[in-house]
């Protein structure tokens, strides 16, 4: 259902409206001063950045990622998307490229923890604030090869 790729010459653009839609719906926790500071950070990263995209069928991007040598980055998917795959279309593509794959989540951000929980990901620390120094906790998550079946099976659609 999902094409995943590499995004192309000017896609950024797209990356960075979704990061704008997903983060206001998933990340209420934000104070308005630090969404836009983070805004202006991500403006500046993403663009020098590779890019893999989740695309529909019809064409529509529906979500990225921002992987670093065994590092998932970046995950962030439409709202509009959410719930259809796309975002466990994008970690299986990492995950068959680094089969021991860690990754950050907002703690206050419950979908996104209960997300890479169901896909098998394990809880390896805490950071009270996040890599900016900002009061907004961390979980640290590895994926270790192996992962139960059952998160196998949900990453595949199953």
Do not use: K
Request: no cysteine.
């Amino acid at each position: 259902m999902w094409t995943i790729r590499d995004a192309g010459a000017g896609e950024s653009a797209t990356a960075i409206a979704i990061w704008q839609r997903a983060v206001a719906a998933t990340h209420d926790f934000l104070s308005p001063e630090d969404f836009a500071e983070i805004e202006e950070m991500v403006r500046g990263f993403l663009p020098e950045v590779p890019l893999t995209l989740a695309v529909d069928a019809d064409g529509t991007v529906a979500g990225f990622m921002v992987l670093s040598e065994g590092h998932l980055d970046a995950l962030f998917i439409d709202p509009a998307a959410h719930g259809q795959g796309a975002g466990r279309a994008l970690v299986a593509h990492a995950l068959a490229q680094f089969p021991r794959l860690v990754t950050d989540v907002n703690e206050q951000n419950a979908g996104a923890a209960a997300f890479y929980e169901r896909l098998g990901f394990t809880i390896t620390g805490r950071s009270e604030r996040d890599d900016q120094g900002r009061p907004y906790p961390l979980l640290h998550l590895v994926h270790e090869a192996g992962a139960s079946p059952a998160a196998t099976a949900e990453m595949q659609g199953g």
